[in-house]
């Protein structure tokens, strides 16, 4: 029984280390990216992609110390190609949108603020998320638009015209 508690604490002080980890992640990007408009988006993507991969890496950690999950990890791990696979094509929608969502990031046809037109959706970027952007209308009202929806369909983004072409219509000047 005492073994049982004993792997159970380290189970929760991976966990604990693990929170501890992805805080201290936060705030070293926080600090080394700059908070301009063109760079916002990536940090939010970065930040979150970064604060992911630590909570999964530290939450398998801790369940491997539990023996029952070690014995049943390694059939899991020794079929993981089989599972990939399988939830590749649960997820294939999700999937897209993530990968939009990322794409859209880096190349930034559009920003936070930004304001926008893409199909019957008009208003001002909200939020970019790494699956849905978040465009809230004049009126208030919010559309959630699918980032694959965003990579693959035409955006009219006034903000970025206004941003780059100077009053005399030049680009640039």
Do not use: C, H
Not at 60 to 75: G, K, Q
Not at 86 to 104: D, E, K, P, R, Y
Not at 112 to 126: F, H, I, W
Not at 148 to 157: E, G, M, P, V
């Amino acid at each position: 029984m005492d073994e049982i508690w004993q792997r159970l604490l380290v189970a929760g002080g991976v966990m604990v280390a693990t929170i501890i980890v992805a805080r201290i992640v936060d705030r070293v990007l926080a600090g080394r990216l700059e908070q301009r408009p063109e760079t916002l988006t990536r940090y939010r993507v970065i930040r979150r992609s970064a604060i992911i991969t630590v909570f999964v890496i530290g939450t398998l950690s801790a369940l491997l110390v539990i023996p029952a999950f070690r014995a049943v990890a390694a059939p899991l791990l020794a079929s993981s190609a089989v599972i990939a696979l399988i939830i590749g094509f649960a997820a294939q929608t999700t999937l897209s949108n993530f990968v939009a969502g990322l794409l859209i990031a880096f190349t930034q046809p559009l920003r936070l603020g930004d304001d926008v037109e893409v199909g019957s959706a008009k208003g001002v970027v909200d939020e970019i998320g790494l699956t849905y952007t978040i465009i809230r209308a004049d009126d208030g009202a919010r559309f959630f638009v699918p980032n694959a929806k965003l990579a693959s369909d035409t955006i009219r983004n006034a903000t970025f015209t206004r941003r780059e072409v100077a009053p005399g219509g030049s680009p640039g000047a």
